[in-house]
């Protein structure tokens, strides 16, 4: 059984365009999958991409083509309704965005009935959010199948992150749980089929770890960093440009966009540019890491560290997990170019959405390219996932 694994958060928006690009250089590779997994984001990108593999008349091409754009659209309905969701924010009385908006997209994108029957199979991941705090994995097929309500709705619970969005139906979102779906979704399978249901499983794990190239493993609080420049608007006309940038440029323009980022989180926290700019020095390398929130939060390179460290330990763990058993038919592909995951979300979220569909594809095609690809060590890059397909899934 070739499965589909799909991270939540902001890494759907880059590892959509790899597998459009593995459509690409292997077609009929999207038509083999049988299975998709999903946590939070991952879920709804999940149930589009079920209905598309129903839909009999699409090439492999169109399928990779609409499930991008269904993300990058996605994206546009996460970020923040402008002064009201920082209004929202700073009161803390309520989710600063609502996710009314997504149940009518998706069903318009799918139009799902609840009586919509799919031939591939799902596994969407959510959390209660009262007592037991039991995690969830609703499913279209097997003993727990998702019977009483549409598809729709299991990708929604899957995706109601709290303060972001509200919760849904006592469920929130499936990152509660655990952001890479593999391994819940494996424990799933085994459950409802046996452990000898596996033998034939075949899994290709997507996200977005650091670490996954030279590009994305560095500004770790206390390393060398390069001077951010002084904040300052980037032009609409260069952020299209990115995707197409020598590296070393890219790198400039989202080196300027981490300066905007820094001075929208100073004013909402009410601190000096050049004081949290200075905070590096405080960083030791090296050291036991007596961090406050300044550098767990604040690091001018990576806002958002620590929940940098948490998505990447997620997401390597659950496949760490899922290559025991599963051995080499387990593949996790997670590149990141030149905007960790954590960066990117906070971007989108404050509207910045052009941006983090420009560097998604940015490193969509750092990974393909053979020269860039060997410069900055992505692992795997395009031709050993390539060697993994052959053997394991087209065969």
């Known amino acids: 059984m070739r499965t589909l694994a799909m991270d939540g958060g902001i890494s759907a928006c880059?590892?959509?365009?790899?597998?459009?690009?593995?459509?690409?250089?292997?077609?009929?590779?999207?038509?083999?999958?049988?299975?998709?997994?999903?946590?939070?984001?991952?879920?709804?990108?999940?149930?589009?991409?079920?209905?598309?593999?129903?839909?009999?008349?699409?090439?492999?091409?169109?399928?990779?083509?609409?499930?991008?754009?269904?993300?990058?659209?996605?994206?546009?309905?996460?970020?923040?309704?402008?002064?009201?969701?920082?209004?929202?924010?700073?009161?803390?009385?309520?989710?600063?965005l609502s996710n009314m908006e997504f149940a009518p997209f998706i069903a318009e994108m799918t139009n799902f009935t609840p009586d919509t029957k799919l031939s591939t199979k799902l596994c969407l991941l959510s959390t209660l959010m009262g007592p037991p705090y039991t995690p969830q994995v609703h499913t279209n097929w097997g003993k727990d199948a998702m019977e009483d309500f549409p598809l729709v709705e299991g990708a929604l619970r899957s995706a109601a992150m709290s303060l972001f969005f509200p919760g849904r139906s006592g469920h929130l979102d499936g990152v509660f749980f655990v952001n890479n779906p593999a391994m819940p979704g494996l424990a799933k399978i085994i459950g409802e089929m046996g452990l000898e249901s596996v033998d034939d499983l075949v899994m290709l794990s997507l996200g977005g770890d650091d670490g996954s190239s030279t590009l994305s493993n560095k500004y770790i609080p206390g390393d060398p960093m390069v001077d951010l420049p002084r904040p300052k608007p980037i032009p609409p006309g260069l952020t299209k440009q990115i995707p197409e940038m020598p590296v070393e440029m890219a790198e400039d323009v989202m080196n300027q966009a981490r300066a905007?980022?820094?001075?929208?989180?100073?004013?909402?926290?009410?601190?000096?540019?050049?004081?949290?700019?200075?905070?590096?020095?405080?960083?030791?390398?090296?050291?036991?890491?007596?961090?406050?929130?300044?550098?767990?939060?604040?690091y001018p390179a990576n806002i958002g560290y620590l929940v940098q460290v948490l998505m990447n330990s997620h997401g390597r763990g659950s496949a760490w997990e899922c290559e025991q058993i599963l051995g080499e038919r387990l593949l996790r592909l997670a590149p990141v170019g030149l905007m960790s995951m954590n960066e990117g979300s906070i971007m989108n979220t404050l509207g910045m959405s052009q941006e983090v569909i420009a560097y998604s594809e940015f490193a969509a095609r750092a990974w393909g390219d053979k020269e860039t690809s060997v410069k900055y060590e992505f692992s795997p890059d395009l031709p050993l996932t390539l060697s993994w397909v052959d053997y394991h899934w087209m065969s």
């Open 260 to 298: 905007n980022l820094i001075q929208i989180i100073s004013k909402v926290f009410r601190v000096d540019f050049d004081d949290i700019h200075a905070s590096e020095t405080e960083c030791i390398p090296g050291d036991n890491q007596n961090w406050g929130w300044r550098q767990w939060l604040l």
């Open 14 to 96: 880059t590892y959509v365009r790899l597998l459009r690009r593995l459509e690409q250089v292997r077609p009929g590779f999207l038509r083999q999958t049988e299975m998709i997994m999903g946590s939070s984001a991952g879920s709804c990108t999940a149930v589009y991409l079920a209905y598309l593999l129903d839909q009999d008349e699409l090439t492999g091409m169109e399928i990779a083509d609409k499930l991008v754009d269904y993300v990058d659209r996605l994206l546009e309905l996460m970020k923040m309704d402008g002064i009201k969701s920082y209004k929202k924010l700073i009161e803390g009385k309520e989710a600063m």
